[in-house]
């Protein structure tokens, strides 16, 4: 399995970036994906979950401003990020769900 994160990037407040996680070597229709965010000096949080049937469930602090999406197509995950905050700022993980198997982690970093 492997899970290939991208799309992070230097953003102001206030702006947007979406990510994007590839999966190869998993079938992916099936599988609840996740995306998870550490901060320096943080534990790694949970920011959104995706299951097989497109069911979402959002941390209390991104609730209205993050989406996450998915293209079974494509074997993709996305978070769209709206309104972007510092306190947003991050290394970004997508997950497979209920496994080890991790993303290599993108950085988000929010600042004026």
């Known amino acids: 399995v492997q899970l290939q994160a991208s799309g992070g990037g230097l953003v102001q407040p206030g702006g947007s970036l979406r990510l994007s996680c590839a999966a190869s070597g998993v079938i992916f229709r099936i599988s609840t994906m996740g995306w998870y965010r550490q901060a320096p000096g943080k534990q790694r949080d949970l920011v959104a979950v995706i299951t097989e049937r497109g069911i979402t469930n959002y941390a209390e602090s991104v609730k209205g401003r993050f989406t996450i999406s998915r293209d079974n197509a494509k074997n993709t995950v996305y978070l769209q990020m709206n309104s972007l905050k510092p306190e947003d700022t991050a290394v970004y993980y997508c997950?497979?769900?209920?496994?080890?198997?991790w993303g290599q982690g993108t950085q988000v970093t929010v600042s004026s």
């Open positions: 997950q497979l769900q209920n496994s080890n198997y």
